[in-house]
């Protein structure tokens, strides 16, 4: 299971106006709705905890480099990678399969070690299993604790916001193989 905690924030009603307009491409039918409608709303925030893994190196690397200068300067500025990393339960590559980090990062800084991150966390594990939230953030990796902006999600995540939380736990600076800790606090607003 993922480990998570959910509670509900508040709940709140709200008074919101629908305006609902039809047009096809056949001719210019047109349907106008405005109405009045009570909507409950409620906030829920979850907790999930999980490790990230990224192979660099070795046979099977998990994350390939894709595009990038020939002669990088500094830290290898310009490399951009793309990876298809394991997200377990525990600290062990071979720990339970909770999810996949699916996405791009590429070294976006000159003078230091930090990432632009574009990823998707794919979740397929418990209650989660199908539902992804998008991440777009940087991550100066050398900081002991990285806070990334959650932008978005799908499934039970859809209308995401939030951030998570990056803690390396373990490098092996000759292959470059990382394990990162992740909290992530994710909020949705679900409405009935
Ligand atoms: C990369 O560096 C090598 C050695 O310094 C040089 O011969 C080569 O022309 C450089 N390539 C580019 C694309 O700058
Ligand atoms: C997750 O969902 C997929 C597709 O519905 C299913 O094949 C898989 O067994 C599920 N995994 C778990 C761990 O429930």
Do not use: C
């Not at 307009?21 to 349907?31: A, K, L, R």
């Not at 632009?116 to 900081?143: K, Q, T």
């Amino acid at each position: 299971m993922v480990s998570s905690i959910s509670y509900s924030v508040f709940t709140a009603y709200f008074f919101v106006f629908l305006s609902i307009f039809f047009v096809t491409s056949n001719g210019f039918f047109y349907e106008e709705l405005t109405e009045g409608i009570a909507i409950k709303r409620t906030e829920k925030t979850s907790h999930l905890h999980f490790y990230f893994h990224d192979i660099v190196g070795g046979k099977n690397p998990t994350a390939v480099k894709i595009a990038g200068p020939l002669n990088s300067t500094g830290y290898g500025f310009g490399s951009t990678l793309i990876m298809d990393d394991a997200l377990t339960e525990g600290p062990e590559r071979t720990s339970k399969l909770v999810g996949r980090a699916q996405g791009l990062y590429a070294i976006a800084a000159q003078e230091d070690v930090s990432l632009l991150m574009v990823v998707n966390f794919a979740f397929m594990e418990g209650e989660y299993n199908g539902s992804s939230i998008s991440i777009l953030g940087r991550n100066p990796v050398l900081n002991d604790v990285r806070e990334m902006p959650i932008v978005g999600g799908s499934g039970l995540f859809r209308f995401a916001s939030g951030y998570a939380l990056a803690h390396t736990i373990w490098f092996d600076s000759k292959t470059g193989d990382a394990t990162v800790e992740y909290n992530v606090y994710v909020t949705t607003n679900e409405v009935s």
